[in-house]
């Protein structure tokens, strides 16, 4: 049973100014939406160029079509030859791959430094917190270089970059998840015969599951829409979001179908938004990240 | 790192093979793409490319010559960029994030629609920036909502925002703080979910205010979180680049530091701005940085602990 929020009147004013305030903004966010369903169901690309000329984008189509979703799908073919379902395969490959090897890898390196004593241990952490503190600049050529010796652009292998876990604020994060799990734990397992990797892999990562999936979700969704590096490393295999940016950027010259690249906009929102409002409450409430130290 | 379970035993094989085979990839990526990276990067700064067809170079300090004189030539553009770099780090840390702190107070204090308001907030961080970006230009430019509302007020707009040296910056930083409201929510949520309520309790009945509450009660108990928030941010002063690539590609006195050596990258920096440049440019702004993260993180105070 939900319970009534006991507020004094001064209270009640601040929150009724905010929640105005607020409300506007929400609003705001949501015209978004709304100004991009009426441009992707415009009857046609020249009714798009009619209605910029005339001011009337943000109105609603008297030839009203849900066709260009299925435009959409031809639409976007770059010079390449990726169509729209391979950049949606390209997005899906690149933000499952990057965030199973980054979170798996980042959680097993933090768990060893947070609850091992060993020679170098020291070192590791406090590499890590320098890394953080020290912001490299300019380092962008010399990565692109490194990349292509390896030759890992333009091609799958590019995952392997997301194996340098050590550094970034989900260190702190695992650090405060793995900190927070008594060490009792591995103790009695320890006395049950188990062995370090039964320990890590049966007891403690189980446990730290549901926050991982959380990081997993954000972090999926922060790969799906990457477009900079994309455009930089991984040009000939874009990714969805990279694919829109350089449609949109073709038809400033080139001239295209507006409403079924909105269409197409449209479509690439919706895995993001849907992952996200499934799983909206754990990602709001289970990450808790502690403060640097050092 | 105090208060840690720590597995003391004087010799374990056992042990160290797990520790060997937990931490050996990630040393020896970061190995290869943190050190081996920034060495070279640290040595391209003090190459000069004799562009002979052959990739040859000469070693000398003309990358950092070239990149000091621009510092004392107000023609040049690198000003600009700093100028830029600064304005969207304050943009960041005096406003996006108290902002922030503040909708997400409202919202943990459980506002009415706050489920709601919490979604909403954070669509624009969730969705592709290619996608919101576009929406807010088609908004703003020929032929949008906002051409069509002013004119029927009779005012007359600017027929670009965006490709207009005079609107451009302005543009950007509207679309970065309404956009970016929600980018700290799960880190600023979480941190005030995990307050004790008691603590919460016993500032009501000592008849703490909503303002009181959050500067007094909340912010020193997130204060862990807050402070690193900041300190990232200091950290970004030039190596953030914004969505600058999807407006205007920094092209309309909208460019930074950052996105400089990302045009640089591209290929797209202009004559006689080469890689080696680039790096130089990066090692002066990395010197420079330094201080204000340490000045930063001294202010704040951070302490794993406090």
Aim: charged share 15%.
């Amino acid at each position: 049973m939900r319970q009534k929020i006991k507020r004094t009147k001064g209270e009640r004013i601040i929150f009724s100014i905010v929640f105005v305030i607020l409300a506007i903004y929400v609003t705001f966010i949501l015209y978004h939406f709304y100004l991009l369903l009426q441009l992707a169901t415009k009857g046609s690309a020249v009714e798009y160029d009619q209605a910029v000329l005339t001011d009337t984008l943000g109105t609603w189509s008297k030839n009203f079509t849900l066709k260009n979703f299925i435009y959409a799908f031809d639409a976007f073919t770059d010079d390449y030859g990726n169509t729209f379902l391979g950049m949606t395969f390209n997005s899906v490959w690149f933000a499952i791959g990057s965030q199973t090897i980054f979170l798996f890898l980042q959680s097993s390196a933090t768990y060893v430094v947070c609850k091992y004593k060993f020679k170098g241990r020291m070192l590791i952490y406090n590499l890590i917190l320098l890394r953080m503190l020290i912001p490299i600049v300019g380092t962008l050529p010399a990565t692109y270089r490194a990349y292509d010796m390896l030759g890992i652009l333009n091609s799958p292998l590019i995952l392997v970059t997301a194996t340098d876990v050590l550094g970034g604020s989900g260190f702190l994060i695992f650090y405060s998840f793995y900190k927070a799990i008594s060490w009792e734990y591995a103790e009695s397992a320890f006395i049950d015969g188990a062995n370090h990797f039964d320990v890590y892999l049966k007891i403690m990562f189980p446990m730290t599951l549901p926050s991982i999936s959380v990081l997993f979700i954000s972090g999926f969704i922060g790969h799906w829409n990457e477009y900079m590096n994309i455009s930089l490393f991984l040009p000939e295999l874009p990714t969805l979001s990279y694919g829109l940016y350089m449609y949109e950027q073709n038809m400033q010259y080139a001239g295209g179908n507006m409403p079924a690249y909105f269409a197409g906009v449209f479509i690439a929102a919706i895995p993001p938004i849907t992952l996200f409002i499934i799983f909206q409450n754990s990602i709001m409430q289970k990450i808790h990240m502690g403060g640097l130290k050092g | 790192m105090e208060n840690t379970n720590i597995v003391k035993k004087k010799i374990d094989v056992g042990q160290t093979i797990f520790i060997i085979a937990m931490l050996i990839i990630p040393i020896i990526s970061f190995l290869f793409f943190y050190v081996y990276i920034n060495i070279n990067s640290f040595l391209m700064a003090f190459q000069i490319p004799l562009y002979d067809g052959l990739g040859g170079v000469r070693w000398g300090f003309d990358n950092f010559e070239k990149i000091i004189s621009q510092f004392f030539n107000t023609e040049e553009d690198l000003l600009l960029y700093i100028r830029n770099g600064v304005i969207f780090y304050c943009q960041d840390t005096f406003i996006s994030m108290p902002l922030s702190l503040i909708i997400c107070y409202f919202i943990y204090k459980k506002i009415a629609c706050f489920k709601a308001f919490r979604v909403i907030i954070y669509l624009p961080i969730i969705i592709p920036g290619t996608v919101f970006v576009t929406l807010y230009k088609t908004m703003i430019e020929a032929g949008g909502p906002y051409q069509m509302l002013c004119g029927k007020f009779g005012v007359e707009p600017p027929t670009t925002f965006i490709f207009n040296e005079q609107y451009a910056l302005k543009t950007i930083l509207i679309y970065v703080i309404y956009s970016g409201l929600g980018g700290r929510f799960i880190l600023f949520g979480g941190a005030m979910n995990a307050i004790e309520p008691s603590i919460i309790e016993a500032a009501k009945l000592d008849g703490a205010g909503p303002f009181r509450e959050l500067i007094s009660i909340i912010l020193p108990c997130i204060w862990p979180t807050f402070a690193t928030m900041v300190l990232l941010s200091s950290t970004g002063l030039f190596t953030a680049s914004g969505p600058l690539l999807l407006f205007d590609k920094g092209d309309y006195g909208t460019c930074t530091i950052s996105y400089w050596i990302y045009k640089v990258t591209t290929g797209d920096g202009g004559a006689g701005e080469s890689y080696e440049l680039a790096a130089a440019t990066g090692m002066i702004f990395t010197i420079l940085t330094l201080p204000i993260v340490f000045i930063t993180k001294s202010l704040t105070k951070i302490t794993e602990d406090n």
